[in-house]
Every structure is written in structure tokens, then in C-alpha cells.
């Protein structure tokens, strides 16, 4: 049984800092990508960041030169920096780890969310 575990969510002003973290419990065999993604009230969930084993990396265009995305495939955990918070980024964040055959999807894994409140 494989549990994603989210920590580092919590209440900033803005133009503050926040970095969460994301870690597998459990046996993952192979991790192709990580990823976060956030869902403020009333929106649809939307991807913030992902990155690739390979280290290729992917942001949303909200986000892009404030937040940085990073991975551990040897500890199977993700991070994601925060910088320059805005109250716009207020939302849960989510973790996702995805492993593929090629390019199949067989297995995906979400965290259970951590409240990021940014206040101005």
C-alpha cells in the first residue's frame, strides 16, 4: 500500500516563502513523474508544477520564476518551493506521483492535500 505524505502547507503574508514536501510511504518500484497541483473554492484543480525522473520540469504560467519543483527519486519524495506568495495562490496543494509503461499511465498516487492561505 503506497500513502503520499504532504507537510509544509500553512498561512504566509504575501510576498513571503513556503516550501512543501511530499514523501511515499511505502514500496513505489519506479517513479516517472511528480507533480502538485492546487484547488482553490469554487475552481477546478489545476497542475502548479511537475517534474519528470529525468528532471525535466513543467510550470504553470501563474507560478513561473516564483515557484521551483524538485524531487528525490532515491527518498521518492518532491518538493516545492514557494516564493513571492500571492493571496491568488491561496489553495490546497496536492501532491501526484504517476508511473507509466512508455507512455501508458498504470499507476497514480495523490496526497491528501495541505491548506496554503497566503494573506495580504
Known amino acids: 500500500q503506497v500513502q503520499l505524505v504532504e507537510s509544509g502547507g500553512g498561512l504566509v503574508q504575501a510576498g513571503g516563502s513556503l516550501r512543501l514536501s511530499c514523501a511515499a510511504s511505502?514500496?513505489?518500484?519506479?517513479?516517472?513523474?511528480m507533480g502538485w497541483y492546487r484547488q482553490a473554492p469554487g475552481k477546478q484543480r489545476e497542475l502548479v508544477a511537475a517534474?519528470?525522473?529525468?528532471?525535466?520540469?513543467n510550470y504553470a504560467d501563474s507560478v513561473k520564476g516564483r515557484f521551483t519543483i524538485s524531487g528525490d527519486n532515491a527518498k521518492n519524495t518532491v518538493y516545492l518551493e514557494m516564493n513571492s506568495l500571492k493571496p491568488e495562490d491561496t489553495a490546497v496543494y496536492y501532491c501526484?506521483?504517476?508511473?507509466?509503461?512508455?507512455?501508458?499511465?498504470?499507476?497514480?498516487?495523490w496526497g491528501q492535500g495541505t491548506q496554503v492561505t497566503v494573506s495580504s
Open positions: 501526484k506521483f504517476e508511473v507509466y509503461t512508455r507512455v501508458v499511465l498504470v499507476s497514480q498516487y
Open positions: 517534474i519528470t525522473s529525468g528532471g525535466s520540469t
Open positions: 511505502g514500496t513505489i518500484f519506479k517513479i516517472n513523474r
